[in-house]
């Protein structure tokens, strides 16, 4: 599996940017999909998931009202609306892709990643 993340940007604070990550390969719709950001000189942090069959949504608590997670299958395509924007939410944001369907907020349970996608968020 591939996947492509694209939609960061320059935005000010209170703005919105969608990011969106296209996977390759036609088993799609088995894997569990997670956005993670990562700031300078900080960890790698889990930012939302959903599971293969779209029913299970997770978010980190300090997005949670503000971030959508949300996928379409017949496109290959994972998105994360991102509202109300923060200077905190200032990072590299990654997709990643899951053969498990639980413990998406854990880095260790990705088996495929993408290139990050800069959002930078002004205050």
């Known amino acids: 599996v591939q996947l492509q993340a694209f939609g960061g940007g320059l935005v000010q604070a209170g703005g919105s940017l969608r990011l969106s990550c296209v996977a390759s390969?036609?088993?799609?719709?088995?894997?569990?999909m997670g956005w993670f950001r990562q700031a300078p000189g900080k960890e790698r942090q889990f930012v939302a998931a959903?599971?293969?069959?779209?029913?299970?949504?997770y978010y980190l608590v300090s997005v949670k009202g503000r971030f959508t997670i949300s996928r379409d299958d017949a496109k290959n395509t994972v998105y994360l609306q991102m509202n109300n924007l923060k200077p905190e939410d200032t990072a590299v944001y990654y997709c990643?892709?899951?053969?498990?369907?639980?413990?998406?907020?854990?880095?260790?349970?990705?088996?495929?990643w993408g290139q990050g996608t800069q959002v930078t968020v002004s205050s």
């Open positions: 390969g036609r088993t799609f719709s088995t894997y569990g």
């Open positions: 959903i599971s293969g069959s779209g029913t299970a949504t």
């Open positions: 990643a892709a899951a053969r498990a369907q639980n413990a998406l907020a854990t880095t260790a349970q990705y088996d495929y």
